[in-house]
């Protein structure tokens, strides 16, 4: 590989620790052929590798049950073509996220990958951790705009499937599989994506209310109406305030946030169709706003996520799923849970289902063990509901002692099965992922 | 021999909903495409616990099992190539939960598509993928073939509805995949499922997206007397960021076969015509109507119409969707195309396609999703000339591998099925057909699932590499 590609230095080794465990060395390969030399000898050695890009979602999953190797993409980040007049491109897996939007914003176009930390983040690594963000209401998630991918099996086999143009039925479309699948399966070296023109002018709204039940309902209106929105969510405690402070808005209690994106004529009659349909519930009141503050106030929630990380660093945040008629009652009760072990919830939680929780202690200090116990009541709560979900954060003492999944995954043995046809020897992110795959 | 299974089916279906005689069993060895596959036993299940007890039988006795909707496929995906026997859906045809306030329905694979879009209209709601089928076709076959239709170029394929699925898998086990969100509980399995072609699992109920319906759309007719100047007419319109919800491309030859049958008012003198299709909320679907009028006659269309009402835009549909019907009903033969292409490589695409037709003494019609790049050529032939099949196939075949030469695909939403597994290793290389072979043994490891399709055949690698020289 050469010495430079190839590095054991404890400090190297340190940026790419995963808790507790540091791997012995880092590799970063400059082609995919040379990745997959890599693997290969890595297979034959049983050492387990953990594939990253900018190692900014190095938190996510379960802490490997073994690290050896750090296999870094970050040394195959060229656009390899990118055909503008047909809304497509083809990078490769170590490019910067903000990097390529600027690529695609020098042509007028847009990508709607937005992310944690995308000032580190790769497309692999982002297509890899399958977040989504509030975009996914218009865009759909990397499942719906990922036309293809080339990646190496854990065995070292170079391979591809999909293609890219924007409509592909032949073969199994096994880059679909890799959306989410941080790394267990095979690690990226290149993605085809879909690109879309830029959006129109900003419409942001921020509509006011006294409690949940109320705005959940009201953000079913707005999805089932007529009106594309670009992002439709709700937020209440904690959520909001990070949304507001910055802003110069009052921080609500509960809110509903809309985005929409169109022409003047479109965004004037936007506004007036919300105000109108507001007029009819339990609301506060209403925030519209477009130009510079309106496109501030949609960054500042596509950033949401990772303001946590900073801003609430004693907190316990976790991704579920829950059906939107479901959201409230639901919400409620995990408030009911939290409310007598001291910890309070906010929600950040998209019109698709897709929910957020932040827990946060109501005391500044709060007891060593209160997250732990926490942690195993939702637990049993989700058991109990036939709920999934993963933990995102959580003070360090608790992620290094328990896993980050909570609820049954269904066709677990098939998933196993899948993970033994992609990385017979499992040395790729061993134990990482839902069912200790 | 095969006395014992068909035995053991009657017995759990009952004796109407199992077919073995020939006369009546054959009639289920065709689909739309050109491909013939005759099942052994063609069985009907009423319910979900039956499909688990037909997979049961057909493990007993080693036989292949292959899905079937409303067999209108284009790539012989539900034709049971090596014989075995044959699951119709037919009788799993109801809409099990219509949930407006979340969004979606759960349906059985029976359920036809315009059906469901139809139950879900009263709410303001339907469900997107349209493909030109959709009055008969199946969300079950949609689900295997991932299906798309015109207006997937804005609201997305099959794969993109598809929240959640029960399937039934080769061992004959229930199993639960995705949730009611789309978000999955581990690896996105519904996302392999959709458009595996029948192959991993048998899906026995589905969950669905439902969309709301557009406030307002605006469907314009653009004619042309150049196929390039329409060609350019579509770069332009990407290029000018404009996202119609559907642009269709229909050429001369095309036109005027259409407009013998269906009387929808086409110019039967123009070289091209553009459908093209935009909504929203009403402001938004006048102001795109407006920029797509003026793009296409910056690029010298020769008159652009706007579609007055409901009435003539049903018409102008009725008209697409007709197209190979059209064309069957002057032609002994038609055989239906579908490769994909780079948009940006749409004229000199359907010049070559073409100079191809001419080469092999064939008309070919192409009536297309021009705005996503997915070409469907038409080959018109006669059959009873001997060796027209043959060379309407290799005419096929040099029309794809040009696709796949530009940077497409050997299918945009037809599926490989039984018709295209040859072409395969035109996209793929061995490796990648290796680890989706094995993707599939994890799943049917004793090749029970509709076996014969998507993969290609070892010993046809020397023709396609044939096919690949000539192109």
Same mark, same amino acid.
């Given at each position: 590989?050469g ?10 080794c340190?940026?790419y620790a ?8 880092v ?8 990745l997959?030399?890599v ?12 594939p ?9 999953g379960d802490?490997p049950?073994?690290?050896?190797v ?6 195959l980040?060229?656009?390899v073509d ?16 903000d ?7 020098a ?8 992310v944690?930390?995308a ?13 989504e963000?509030?975009?996914r209401q218009?865009?759909g ?13 854990g065995d070292?086999?170079v391979?591809?499937s999909?293609?890219r ?8 479309d ?5 959306v ?7 690690v ?16 942001f709204?921020l509509?006011?209310?006294?409690r ?11 999805r ?11 937020l209440?405690?904690?959520?909001a ?9 009052d921080p ?9 994106r ?10 007036q ?14 925030t519209?706003?477009?130009?510079d503050q ?15 990380w900073?801003?609430?660093p004693e ?5 579920t ?15 009911a849970?939290?409310?007598p072990?001291?910890?309070r919830?906010?929600v950040?939680?998209r ?8 827990f946060r ?21 989700f ?11 959580a ?11 909570v609820?049954?995954a ?7 099965a ?10 790729l992110?061993?134990g990482r992922?839902?069912?200790g795959? | 021999m ?14 109407d ?8 069993v054959?009639?289920y060895?065709?689909?739309?495409s050109?491909?013939?596959?005759r099942?052994d036993?063609?069985?009907?299940p009423a319910d979900?616990?039956?499909v ?5 039988v ?9 899905a079937?909707? &409303?067999?209108?496929?284009? /790539?012989? %995906?539900s #034709? =049971?190539?090596?014989?075995? +026997?044959? !699951?119709?859906?037919?009788?799993m045809?109801?809409?099990l939960?219509?949930?407006?306030d ?13 059906e469901l ?11 997107a ?5 959709q009055r ?9 073939e ?23 898998t ?12 789309g ?7 519904? &996302?392999?499922?959709?458009? /595996?072609? %029948?192959? #991993? =699992?048998?899906?026995?109920? +589905?969950? !669905?997206r439902l969309t ?24 332009a ?14 050429d ?5 076969m259409?407009e013998?049958w269906?009387?929808a ?11 093209i299709?935009?909504?929203g ?16 006659r910056a690029?010298?269309a ?6 007055r009402d409901?009435?003539e835009?049903?018409r ?14 002057v ?8 490769g ?5 490589r749409?004229p000199?695409t359907?010049r070559r ?16 999703h021009?705005?996503?790049?997915n ?8 059959q009873?000339q001997p ?11 040099e ?8 940077g ?13 597994d040859?072409?395969m ?13 094995r993707?599939?043994?994890a799943?049917d490891?004793d ?6 399709k998507?993969f ?13 020289a000539?192109?």
């Amino acid at each position: 590989m050469g010495s430079e590609h190839f590095d054991t230095a404890s400090a190297s080794c340190r940026r790419y620790a995963i808790g507790a465990m540091t791997p012995a060395a880092v590799v970063c390969p400059t082609s995919a052929e040379q990745l997959a030399e890599v693997l290969r000898f890595c297979a034959h050695e049983r050492l387990a590798v953990v594939p990253a890009g900018g190692g900014s979602k190095l938190w996510m999953g379960d802490r490997p049950e073994r690290y050896d190797v750090a296999l870094i993409t970050t040394h195959l980040a060229a656009l390899v073509d990118y055909d503008p007049g047909d809304l497509t491109l083809v990078v490769e897996a170590g490019m910067r996220v903000d990097a390529l939007a600027e690529r695609v914003q020098a042509e007028g176009q847009f990508l709607p990958l937005a992310v944690p930390f995308a000032d580190r983040a790769t497309v692999g690594g982002a297509v890899a951790s399958g977040l989504e963000g509030p975009l996914r209401q218009y865009y759909g998630t990397a499942r719906d705009w990922v036309l293809g991918a080339s990646f190496v099996t854990g065995d070292g086999r170079v391979a591809h499937s999909g293609g890219r143009v924007v409509k592909n039925v032949a073969g199994y479309d096994l880059h679909r599989l890799l959306v989410g699948s941080l790394g267990t399966l095979a690690v990226l070296t290149r993605v085809n994506l879909r690109t879309y023109p830029l959006p129109g002018q900003t419409l942001f709204l921020l509509i006011r209310f006294s409690r949940l039940d109320n705005a959940a309902a009201f953000l079913r209106q707005l999805r089932r109406s007529p009106i594309r929105f670009h992002a439709l969510d709700v937020l209440t405690d904690g959520w909001a305030e990070l949304l507001a402070e910055s802003l110069h808005f009052d921080p609500p209690t509960v809110c509903v946030v809309a985005d929409f994106r169109g022409s003047e004529r479109a965004c004037a009659r936007v506004r007036q169709d919300v105000e109108q349909l507001a007029s009819g519930v339990q609301r506060e009141d209403i925030t519209a706003c477009t130009g510079d503050q309106a496109r501030a106030a949609t960054l500042r929630w596509q950033e949401l996520l990772q303001a946590v990380w900073t801003l609430h660093p004693e907190s316990l945040l976790i991704r579920t799923s829950l059906l939107p008629t479901a959201h409230s009652d639901t919400v409620a009760l995990l408030e009911a849970e939290a409310a007598p072990l001291g910890f309070r919830l906010g929600v950040l939680a998209r019109a698709t289902g897709t929910t957020y929780l932040l827990f946060r202690p109501v005391s500044p200090m709060p007891a060593s063990d209160s997250f732990l116990a926490l942690w195993e009541r939702i637990r049993a709560f989700f058991q109990a509901r036939g709920l999934h979900g993963c933990r995102l954060y959580a003070p360090a003492a608790l992620q290094e002692t328990t896993t980050v999944w909570v609820g049954e995954a269904s066709a677990l043995d098939v998933m196993r099965a899948l993970k033994n046809a992609f990385d017979p020897c499992r040395i790729l992110s061993p134990g990482r992922f839902v069912g200790g795959i | 021999m095969s006395g014992a299974w068909v035995r053991e089916l009657r017995a759990i279906l009952g004796p109407d909903h199992v077919l073995t005689d020939p006369a009546e069993v054959q009639l289920y060895q065709y689909d739309g495409s050109i491909e013939r596959g005759r099942p052994d036993g063609v069985v009907f299940p009423a319910d979900k616990q039956q499909v688990v007890e037909i997979v049961r039988v057909a493990n007993r006795y080693r036989l292949p099992l292959t899905a079937r909707g &409303a067999g209108t496929g284009l /790539s012989g %995906g539900s #034709l =049971a190539r090596h014989g075995g +026997i044959q !699951v119709v859906f037919s009788r799993m045809r109801r809409i099990l939960h219509l949930d407006p306030d979340n969004l979606l329905a759960v349906v059985e694979p029976g359920v036809v598509n315009w059906e469901l879009s139809q139950a879900a209209a009263r709410w303001g709601l339907h469900f997107a993928p349209d493909p030109s089928s959709q009055r008969a076709c199946t969300i079950g076959g949609n689900v295997a073939e991932n299906a798309g239709g015109p207006h997937t170029l804005a609201y997305g394929v099959t794969a993109n509805h598809v929240l959640a699925l029960e399937v039934v898998t080769a061992e004959g086990r229930l199993l639960r995949l995705g949730s009611t969100t789309g978000d999955p509980a581990g690896y996105d399995l519904v &996302a392999l499922m959709v458009g /595996s072609e %029948g192959t #991993l =699992a048998l899906a026995v109920e +589905i969950t !669905v997206r439902l969309t709301p319906l557009p406030e307002a759309v605006r469907t314009l007719l653009a004619i042309f007397d150049t196929t390039d100047d329409a060609t350019a007419t579509v770069a332009a319109l990407t290029a000018a960021g404009i996202t119609p919800v559907a642009c269709e491309m229909m050429d001369g030859w095309s036109i005027r076969m259409v407009e013998a049958w269906v009387q929808a008012g086409l110019p039967v003198d123009a070289a091209a015509l553009l459908l093209i299709e935009v909504d929203g909320l009403r402001e938004e679907a006048e102001e795109k109507a407006e920029k797509v009028a003026a793009v296409c006659r910056a690029h010298r269309a020769r008159e652009v119409r706007l579609a007055r009402d409901a009435d003539e835009r049903e018409r102008l549909w009725k008209a697409r969707k007709n197209a190979f019907g059209a064309v069957g009903r002057v032609a002994p033969n038609c055989y239906v195309q579908d490769g994909v292409i780079p948009r940006t490589r749409l004229p000199e695409t359907l010049r070559r396609i073409a100079e191809i037709g001419r080469r092999y003494g064939f008309d070919i019609g192409n009536v297309f999703h021009a705005g996503d790049g997915n070409l469907h050529p038409m080959i018109v032939f006669d059959q009873r000339q001997p060796g027209a099949l043959e060379r309407a196939r290799a005419a096929a075949d040099e029309i794809i591998a040009l696709c796949v030469s530009l940077g497409g695909s050997i299918t945009g939403e037809h599926g490989v099925g039984m018709e295209k597994d040859h072409l395969m290793l035109l996209l793929f290389t061995e490796a990648d057909l290796e680890l989706m072979r094995r993707v599939h043994n994890a799943l049917d490891p004793d090749d029970r699932l509709n076996p014969g399709k998507i993969f290609p055949a070892g010993k046809l690698c020397g023709e396609i590499r044939a096919v690949t020289a000539r192109a």
